[in-house]
């Protein structure tokens, strides 16, 4: 208690006399990185996340570090939690201990003194990360307790306006089934649904991950008409999912919070939805698996769009960042700070390049302006030059035009290949 006692008169103290800022981490499953219109939706379907992109810096370019699980969301959320990057993870999803890592997101704002809360989905593992919050709840998907989460932690909200906490908070949704209340699916008409990128029955060639569960959940070969269906459903249940933050968020402004409160709104990972004839997150396409949304908003915020090369274990040592938490709570930590980048202090992170893998058969290199992805099982490499082609529709892995920026990124992801 004296320890915790200290570190929170420390951090008061190096915060100019005032508490240090409230955290709220908010991950929603399987949501597309194009989900607001300020990332290119064509229509305004998630009204509270509008307004929450209204006051925030927006990554544009954001991605997690890829998965050597089909569940790629169990990567996200360890290296979420842990800061570190996909190499420091264990190749077995239940070897993922807490007390394997020197420093933990729960555990170093626990030392700061924080109540923490964590409320998520039952399958949102590894569970034993969980365990390091003051207040944990995993709860089975469904309709019900999707609202039960944001009840909760608006309840949590609520009940903790004298001290700083940290809340981390893991819908389930848009996840399939994608779950919804009937007036929601009633709202959002297959026909109404944009067609996918580069729509096609099948992907082109074997990109090593086709037959895995997500790619099942359509008869095959794909029909633009089934993947509309499943695009509605999925805006639907992404819509619910968003009512449900809507609680959260008016919680946060009815008890006077909203201005002492960083704010991180991710999704663990991207979902094809029929793009380039995928429909799931095992691939390193832009809208497929790795590429996410990412916001932050809150004090000294400054709402942006930014193209840095934002990734999910960069959430531990930002918000570690904006609580001025001390060096040795985040020993370890790989990820870097995106506050400065948020606060519009810099322009950009010292990290040149952005890496993602999916198990042994998909490893990609971005600078921001181009991206390789090389699948080694077929020897297959594209080569896309994001300004001009954003949706990666052609590949110029083989034009002489390109051939020197091909030799760049493949040395780069050579050399990064070579720490995994």
């Known amino acids: 208690m004296l320890r915790t006692s200290f570190y929170l008169l420390l951090c008061t103290i190096i915060h100019g006399g005032e508490a240090p800022p409230n955290i709220l981490i908010i991950v929603?499953?399987?949501?597309?990185?194009?989900?607001?219109?300020?990332?290119?939706?064509?229509?305004?379907?998630?009204?509270?996340?509008?307004?929450?992109?209204?006051?925030?810096?927006?990554?544009?370019?954001?991605?997690?570090?890829?998965?050597?699980?089909?569940?790629?969301?169990?990567?996200?959320?360890?290296?979420?939690?842990?800061?570190?990057?996909?190499?420091?993870?264990?190749?077995?999803?239940?070897?993922?201990?807490?007390?394997?890592?020197?420093?933990?997101?729960p555990r170093a704002f626990q030392s700061l003194g924080y109540t923490t809360f964590h409320t998520g989905k039952n399958e949102s593992r590894p569970t034993n990360l969980y365990t390091e919050f003051t207040q944990t709840q995993i709860l089975p998907r469904s309709v019900e307790t999707e609202a039960k989460h944001g009840a909760d932690v608006a309840k949590f909200i609520s009940a903790h306006t004298d001290k700083p906490w940290l809340a981390y908070v893991e819908f389930a949704l848009p996840h399939d089934p994608?779950?919804?209340?009937?007036?929601?699916?009633?709202?959002?008409?297959?026909?109404?649904?944009?067609?996918?990128?580069?729509?096609?029955?099948?992907?082109?060639?074997?990109?090593?991950?086709?037959k895995v569960r997500d790619e099942l959940t359509l008869p095959r070969p794909l029909t633009l008409?089934?993947?509309?269906?499943?695009?509605?459903?999925?805006?639907?249940?992404?819509?619910?999912?968003?009512?449900?933050?809507?609680?959260?968020?008016?919680?946060?402004?009815?008890?006077?919070q909203e201005n002492r409160t960083l704010i991180i709104f991710i999704g663990d990972n991207g979902l094809s939805l029929g793009d380039h004839g995928l429909l799931g997150k095992q691939n390193l396409y832009a809208f497929g698996g790795m590429h996410i949304p990412f916001l932050v908003a809150g004090p000294g915020i400054k709402p942006q769009k930014s193209e840095a090369l934002a990734q999910v274990h960069d959430i531990?040592?930002?918000?570690?960042?904006?609580?001025?938490?001390?060096?040795?709570?985040?020993?370890?930590?790989?990820?870097?700070?995106?506050?400065?980048?948020?606060?519009?202090?810099?322009?950009?992170?010292?990290?040149?390049?952005?890496?993602?893998?999916?198990?042994?058969?998909?490893?990609?290199?971005?600078?921001g302006h181009w991206k390789l992805i090389y699948y080694p099982e077929v020897n297959i490499t594209q080569l896309f030059n994001l300004q001009a082609d954003p949706t990666e529709l052609h590949n110029l892995a083989d034009e002489s035009s390109a051939q020197l920026i091909r030799t760049i990124l493949e040395g780069e992801l050579a050399h990064w290949r070579k720490s995994l």
């Open 28 to 105: 929603a499953d399987d949501l597309r990185p194009d989900c607001i219109t300020l990332t290119g939706a064509k229509v305004a379907r998630l009204p509270n996340l509008e307004q929450l992109a209204i006051r925030s810096c927006i990554f544009t370019k954001a991605s997690l570090q890829g998965s050597t699980y089909p569940a790629v969301c169990v990567a996200s959320r360890a290296m979420l939690l842990t800061g570190r990057g996909v190499a420091r993870l264990p190749a077995n999803t239940k070897e993922i201990r807490a007390i394997d890592f020197s420093s933990t997101l």
């Open 178 to 210: 994608q779950d919804a209340p009937e007036s929601f699916y009633e709202r959002f008409k297959p026909a109404d649904m944009e067609e996918p990128i580069d729509f096609r029955p099948e992907h082109a060639f074997n990109n090593g991950e086709l």
């Open 316 to 367: 531990f040592p930002t918000v570690a960042d904006a609580a001025k938490c001390p060096s040795n709570l985040t020993q370890g930590v790989e990820g870097l700070s995106l506050l400065p980048v948020a606060q519009g202090t810099q322009s950009q992170l010292a990290r040149t390049y952005a890496f993602s893998r999916y198990r042994n058969v998909q490893f990609s290199v971005t600078g």
């Open 225 to 256: 008409d089934s993947v509309k269906g499943k695009r509605a459903r999925y805006w639907a249940s992404a819509a619910w999912m968003d009512q449900q933050l809507g609680v959260v968020l008016s919680a946060l402004k009815t008890s006077g």
